[in-house]
Every structure is written in structure tokens, then in C-alpha cells.
């Protein structure tokens, strides 16, 4: 079950936000039933990117085997 303030792994690319599957953000607030979750994006200094409303299928809880990745974020 995720929980407020797990990392979460994006299952599938946002493109209207420039996210894409892999992306990690945390879990600033959990909607009803864990339908939904508020989920806050940064940048590594620690910067707020984005906070994404997002359906429960579209993120995974980060496993301790996960190994992040960098990249820039791009946006239209």
C-alpha cells in the first residue's frame, strides 16, 4: 500500500508534462481509497517541478532494488 511520503515510480509517460515512465516523485496526499494520489515532482536541489494529480495505475512504490536515473526535463 503507498503511503504519504513514498517515492513512486511513474508506470507510463505524461506527456503533457514532460514526464516519463521511470520518473520518481513523492506522494504528497493520497485521495480516497488510494484511487489517486498527489504526487510532487523535484528537481535534484530540491526544487519543486510539478505536483501531479495521478490515478493509482499510472504509479508504482519505489522497490529497494530501483536504481534512479537522471535526465533533464523537457517541456513544450
Do not use: C, W
Request: glycine share 6%.
Amino acid at each position: 500500500m503507498i503511503t504519504e511520503h513514498a517515492l513512486v515510480i511513474l508506470t507510463e509517460d505524461i506527456p503533457a508534462s514532460g514526464f516519463e515512465a521511470g520518473d520518481v516523485g513523492v506522494v504528497v496526499h493520497i485521495h480516497r481509497d488510494n484511487k489517486a494520489y498527489e504526487v510532487e515532482f523535484l528537481s535534484l536541489d530540491g526544487n519543486t517541478l510539478s505536483v501531479q494529480t495521478l490515478e493509482a495505475r499510472q504509479v508504482r512504490e519505489a522497490r529497494n532494488r530501483d536504481i534512479p536515473h537522471v535526465r533533464e526535463l523537457l517541456t513544450a
